[in-house]
């Protein structure tokens, strides 16, 4: 079992930045790749973006120059760094590994 808390979601101005972290624990020593999906009210749950142990990351293309994954392998922790933020950035934002699930943090960006 592995298990994933992600925190710091929040309301935020078109143009701004959060830092989304997600803490996991449990058996740990197996994880290869993190990733963040979110999902906003009634659309399907769409990858943002994932980084491997060594580092290696990919991205959605909406997401593309504006987000930066990151881990700290030390704390068994991983971040999403959200800057230049749109309205269309608006949902639950999810931190994945394999088959486990944290239980998401809301990200608004509203003025």
């Known amino acids: 079992q592995v298990q994933l808390v992600e925190s710091g979601g929040g309301l935020v101005q078109p143009g701004g930045s959060l830092r989304l972290s997600c803490a996991a624990s449990?058996?740990?020593?197996?994880?290869?790749?993190m990733r963040w999906y979110r999902q906003a009210p009634g659309k399907q749950r769409d990858l943002v973006a994932s980084?491997?142990?060594?580092?290696?990351?990919n991205y959605a293309d909406s997401v593309k120059g504006r987000f930066t994954i990151s881990r700290d392998n030390a704390k068994n922790t991983v971040y999403l760094q959200m800057n230049s933020l749109k309205p269309e950035d608006t949902a639950v934002y999810y931190c994945?590994?394999?088959?486990?699930w944290g239980q998401g943090t809301q990200v608004t960006v509203s003025s």
């Open positions: 449990g058996r740990i020593f197996n994880i290869l790749v």
């Open positions: 980084i491997t142990t060594d580092g290696s990351t």
């Open positions: 994945n590994e394999n088959i486990y």
